[in-house]
């Protein structure tokens, strides 16, 4: 009979099987608990939260049933770049009017949202949301849930990332911090017509 590993062995062997289970059941945890963690204008009604990496592993689980939904505006789809597999429909569209107080041009909400979304996923689909940074995101998932759907996911790091905050740094306020383009995931410029819907001026039955 094969002696017993000693007692510090065995500790050893323990700590090494709960790192390996951390790191199979981290992430579903993490996405649980992450409303309480998240800035408030990352978090949603649903509580569903995934980074981007999560997201695209996610979605490779089975493709052919999970939409991935980009809800930024017609050009920075276009000229920012764009998840291959993502579906365009914006929550909003750019306008020219410079907000003083907010430092930007603002937009102008996309009264066919819900109605374009739903041309695209049912209300029981996994959808996957996803803006520059998970602001407008989490706006896009509040409003599907009080559309009736059920199981839409906040990418909460987006396709830019978050920005740096470092004084010292020459990428100071730059969005190089997380987020579909800096995780090293595949994107694109090249459009796909058929995965785009443009922001309407009037609201769709």
């Not at 094969?2 to 065995?10: D, I, M, Y």
């Amino acid at each position: 009979m094969k002696p017993l590993p000693a007692r510090s062995e065995r500790y050893s062997l323990l700590i090494a099987l709960a790192f390996l289970v951390s790191l199979c059941i981290a992430p579903s945890v993490w996405a649980q608990q992450a409303g309480t963690e998240l800035p408030e204008a990352k978090q949603t009604t649903l509580g569903l939260y995934l980074t981007a990496r999560e997201a695209y592993s996610k979605w490779q689980t089975d493709p052919d049933s999970i939409t991935v939904l980009d809800v930024r505006t017609t050009e920075e789809y276009l000229y920012v770049g764009h998840a291959p597999m993502a579906w365009n429909v914006p929550l909003a569209s750019q306008t020219y009017d410079w907000e003083a107080e907010k430092q930007y041009f603002g937009f102008r909400p996309n009264p066919a949202f819900i109605a374009q979304v739903k041309e695209i996923a049912g209300v029981s689909d996994t959808v996957l949301v996803m803006c520059r940074s998970g602001g407008r995101s989490a706006m896009a998932v509040n409003q599907l849930a009080a559309a009736g759907f059920t199981n839409v996911w906040q990418i909460i790091d987006g396709m830019e990332g978050d920005a740096v905050e470092d004084p010292d740094s020459v990428f100071q306020g730059q969005r190089l911090r997380n987020g579909w383009k800096n995780s090293g995931l595949p994107w694109t410029y090249e459009p796909d017509l058929e995965h785009m819907r443009f922001a309407s001026e009037e609201a769709k039955e």
